[in-house]
Structures are given as C-alpha cells and as structure tokens.
C-alpha cells in the first residue's frame, strides 16, 4: 500500500475544480447495461471505483472508451455472466448492478460485494424492493441470486431510505411497461442524477429528490448522455481543509444546495462562505469553534460520509463537539488515530465526544476506509510536525489527484508508493 506523507500545519490558498461524483457516476454506469444503445458521461473521475465498473462491463462484453474525463459505454452486445469475487470484492457499488443486469439478462448472480468496512449494509433492503416487482431472490454467504423473468410494475414502500435499494428499484422499474411507485425513498442528488440520465433514455420519472418517486417505464431505453456534477464529498473535504488549517480556496464547479447540510457545519464552526457564480469560496482566520451537537442521517441531514472528517476538524476546535453516528455502527475508527495525534475523542456507542485542543501532533497514522483515510490527510494537514498516513491507496477510490491539488493550495503534501 502506499502512504501521503505531509508536513502539517499550513494555512490553504487558491482555488481547486472539484471533479465529477462518484456517487452519480457509477449508478449511471450501471444502468448503461439496460438501453442497449451507448451512453455518454461527460465530467466522470479517473478513480479506483469507476475503474472497478468498467472492468465489470468490460467483463460483460460492453465497450468502454474513457478518456479527457469522458466515458463512452456501448452495450449493445452485453452478455450475462456470474460476477465472481475478484471483480465485486474492490467496492460495495458493484450491488447497484443487481436491478440493471435482472431487466437485461432476468438474472443476475453476482459475489458479495466488498468495500470500506464501515458497518452493515444490509441488500435484503434492494432485494425485498425487487422482490415487489416480481423478482425472487437466494443468498448465501458468498453470492447472491435474483431471477426475474417475469417482472411488473408495483408499489414498493422502502423500510429505510437506501441509496442503493433507491437505485436498483428505480433502474428496474425504468425498463417495466407501466407505473412503479417508491415510498421512502432517497432523496440524495446522485438519486435526482440517475433519474436526470433515465429520464434522458426514455422513462418518465417525477419525484426525484423527494421521498416518493414515480417511475413510468415503456419496456425499453435508448442512449444518453448526462454531464456528472461536482463530488459533493470530495467539496466537503477541501472546505473542511481549509476549516481545519485557514486560509482562502475556491471550489470550482460546485452547487451549493448539494453541500448544505455540511455547509451549515463549518459555518457554526466559524468558517465564511460565499458563492461566485458556480463556485464557493471558503475563507477561515481563527481557530474553529465546535459546535454542540451534529448527528449523521439520511440526505438532506449531515452525511455519514462527512463525520470523520469532520472529526479532524472539531479535533483541534475550541470546545466540546458531540457527534451522533445513526447510520453505520463501524464509522468511528478514524478516532483512535485521532487520539494518536493528540485529539481527545471518547466513543460512547454511537456517540463522539470531542474535546478539542490547539494543535494536533504529526505521527505515523493508518487509513482503514475511504472517507478515515482523507480525514487523516485532513488533520494531518492541520497538525504541526510530520504525519505519515500509511494504506493510503484508500484514497484512490474516491478522490483524484488529491496531494496535487493540495499542494497547489500550498500544502507541503507527497504520495509515496512502497
């Protein structure tokens, strides 16, 4: 694995184009499978996941052209194949390819996908809302089974809004001749994205973003194109950055109304936030101020996906931050890291309790997930000394160019490889 190596303690300045979301991204990719024409994503990043999809495809006879931050996928000769473990293992979005290959192929038999070990994700969620579209479904410890020949139209009515089981039921749903509604849905804008892309290919879809979503399908798609937006996450990061370790950046290509929930964050923690055109410029010139209380929930509220970065910055804040994690129960195991640098974070259940100090330590730390390992880079940046951020291949699958892009801002950040 490689490792970031970073000299801490540097105010940010400057500006950064944040590229395009991976969450909305790779949903699209797998829908591609359904149109059987060819599909357009224009904006898509050159990260660890989206390779890991096209591999996927690639495997199912598609062909993929992805270059200049432009993706070409051809589906027309797609062939229904059993995914084994070494291509479903690298990341958990492998599961959204579930609704997808069922309308195309009536079956799907797939490996358990992997991923950040982050907490449970259960799929019976996915499965039991394909389940109401006449779909039937066989787990066991390594793979999954669905078969549905004969699908139809229904209401299915989600128990806790997925993302994922959002998405695999609205794709399937977009190829059924009829009206499906989804109650309880996700609202995140990556959900308001593919439903922008099958709108594109043919359905009628009317809810998007909201908790209940009307898809109307016509028994067949056609090809798109579709432009990603700015990674939401990935904008989050930077602006916890800058936060964290002050200074003045502006964040390219970027709508505001997908950051609000974290944007309401570092404004209580002290940062000014101000938007030019399709930009947002994040200016800091104190140390932050934490707040009281933050609790993760489902989209609009503040992203799990956000916590641990977030706890990077409430490390070194003035005062005492209690955070509540309420969707995954694994999400804290950046804290230990924390403390090694110096942070004063106690877990109590699915609560952190963060007291913050003046100035973290740099120190040899290790990623263990995606969003700990860039809250590392976060905390480490801010921190005095050196902090070396060991498994940092993490990275990769979510963030391109990120020690670049840092350095441009001033950083005195390396990625090493072993």
Not at 256 to 266: E, K
Request: aromatic share 6%.
């Amino acid at each position: 694995m490689s490792r970031i190596v970073i000299n801490g303690d540097r105010r940010l300045y400057g500006s950064v184009a944040v590229h395009g979301s991976k969450n909305a991204v790779l949903p699209v990719m797998a829908a591609s499978l359904m149109n059987q024409g060819i599909t357009v994503i224009r904006n898509c990043p050159d990260i660890a996941d989206v390779r890991a999809m096209q591999k996927i495809l690639e495997f199912l006879e598609c062909k993929v052209q992805f270059k200049n931050d432009c993706m070409i996928i051809d589906t027309v000769n797609a062939q229904s194949k059993e995914l084994k473990e070494e291509l479903t293992k690298p990341f958990r979005g492998s599961s959204i390819l579930i609704g997808p290959m069922l309308v195309r192929f009536g079956s799907v038999k797939l490996a358990q996908p992997g991923g950040c070990n982050i907490g449970s994700r259960p799929l019976d969620i996915h499965l039991n809302s394909l389940k109401r579209l006449g779909a039937s479904w066989r787990m066991t410890q390594d793979y999954i089974e669905v078969e549905g020949v004969h699908l139809t139209v229904n209401d299915v009515i989600l128990r806790f809004p997925s993302v994922g089981a959002t998405e695999n039921t609205v794709m399937a749903a977009a190829m059924l001749n009829g009206t499906t509604t989804i109650s309880n849905a996700a609202k995140e804008p990556e959900i308001v994205s593919l439903c922008e892309y099958l709108q594109k290919a043919g359905a009628v879809i009317t809810g998007a973003g909201t908790e209940c979503i009307t898809v109307t399908g016509r028994g067949r798609l056609h090809s798109a194109e579709i432009i990603a937006d700015a990674d939401r996450i990935v904008a989050g990061t930077y602006m916890a950055a800058v936060t964290a370790c002050g200074g003045s950046v502006f964040l390219e290509n970027c709508k505001i109304g997908d950051c609000r929930s974290f944007l309401d964050v570092i404004t209580g923690m002290g940062a000014k936030v101000t938007v030019k055109d399709n930009a947002i410029f994040v200016e800091m010139d104190h140390r932050p101020e934490n707040l009281n209380y933050i609790q993760t929930g489902p989209y609009p509220e503040f992203s799990t996906d956000m916590q641990s970065i977030i706890l990077s910055v409430a490390a070194k804040a003035e005062g005492v931050l209690k955070l509540k994690e309420q969707i995954f129960e694994n999400r804290f195991k950046t804290a230990p890291w924390l403390e090694k640098m110096g942070a004063d974070i106690k877990i109590e259940k699915d609560f952190a309790v963060v007291k913050g100090r003046e100035c973290l330590n740099g120190c040899e730390v290790t990623g263990e997930d995606l969003r700990g390992t860039a809250a590392l880079v976060v905390a480490g940046l801010s921190a005095q000394g050196t902090t070396i951020v060991h498994n940092a291949d993490y990275i990769k699958r979510g963030y391109m160019n990120l020690c670049e892009n840092f350095r441009r801002l001033g950083a005195d950040i390396q990625w090493e490889d072993n």
